[in-house]
């Protein structure tokens, strides 16, 4: 597998390069498409603007939450075509949980501290929803947190189990974002989440696999 990686390392790099930008592209255009373009920001308030733009935050958050488990779970193969990945991979995470904080920081100033605490500026039956948004949050700073400062001594033995929220934190995201969203429930990005879940399945499926043969070996 490596060495037919090596062989043919231009090409996999052209196949990664154009399905990591096409993945990219993706949420940002159904999100203006189904808005027609920028125009639902012109004659708004700020106040308003930041309202009606906290979900596309979201939505890169969430994907990019996803590149970081599958680069991170094909790490040994993809520093074969991208020697650098795993830069890469340390940008991304920042990035990622950047969008992230947007994206709640967004909600915080559209609606008080006290109703973002237990959702309640959502309806009744949608709060857990939010709530498990939350969850993720916290678990995505313990994550991101425990990943920047790996080398500290406390976190050198640990830092690795932590770092596995990650995985907890997408799922979360996934549930919360099929059922919030009004991006996601219907269309293309449906499908797309449906695309990240699966093959986050697999991945994970595929690491447990290998560690249950080692330890049977
Ligand atoms: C790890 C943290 C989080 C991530 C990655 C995330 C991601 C997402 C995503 C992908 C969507 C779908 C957006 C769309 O369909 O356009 C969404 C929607 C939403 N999120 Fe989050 N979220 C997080 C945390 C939170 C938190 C803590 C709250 C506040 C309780 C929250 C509130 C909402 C709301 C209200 C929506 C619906 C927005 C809409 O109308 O589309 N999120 N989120």
Do not use: C
Not at 174 to 179: D, P
Not at 200 to 207: D, E, Q
């Amino acid at each position: 597998m490596n060495q037919f990686l090596e062989n043919n390392k231009t090409l996999f790099r052209y196949i990664s390069l154009i399905f990591f930008i096409l993945i990219i592209l993706l949420p940002g255009l159904v999100f203006f498409q189904t808005r027609g373009g920028v125009s639902f920001l012109e004659k708004t308030s700020l106040k308003s603007a930041i309202a009606l733009i906290f979900p596309l935050f979201g939505l890169y958050g969430f994907t990019l939450i996803w590149f970081q488990i599958m680069i991170g779970s094909n790490i040994r193969y993809l520093t074969k075509i991208w020697p650098k990945i795993f830069l890469f991979h340390r940008t991304e995470g920042i990035i990622a949980f950047l969008f992230v904080l947007v994206h709640i920081s967004f909600i915080l100033i559209t609606y008080s501290f006290e109703k973002f605490l237990e959702a309640r500026f959502l309806p009744e039956n949608l709060r857990i929803f939010g709530i498990l948004g939350n969850f993720a949050f916290y678990l995505l700073v313990l994550s991101t947190t425990a990943a920047l400062f790996r080398q500290k001594k406390l976190l050198r033995k640990y830092w690795r189990f932590i770092h596995y929220f990650n995985y907890v934190v997408f799922f979360l995201v996934l549930i919360h974002s099929l059922n919030l969203g009004s991006d996601t429930q219907s269309g293309a990005l449906k499908y797309l989440w449906y695309f990240f879940a699966t093959t986050v399945v697999i991945s994970l499926i595929n690491k447990f696999s290998k560690r249950f043969s080692l330890s049977s070996n």
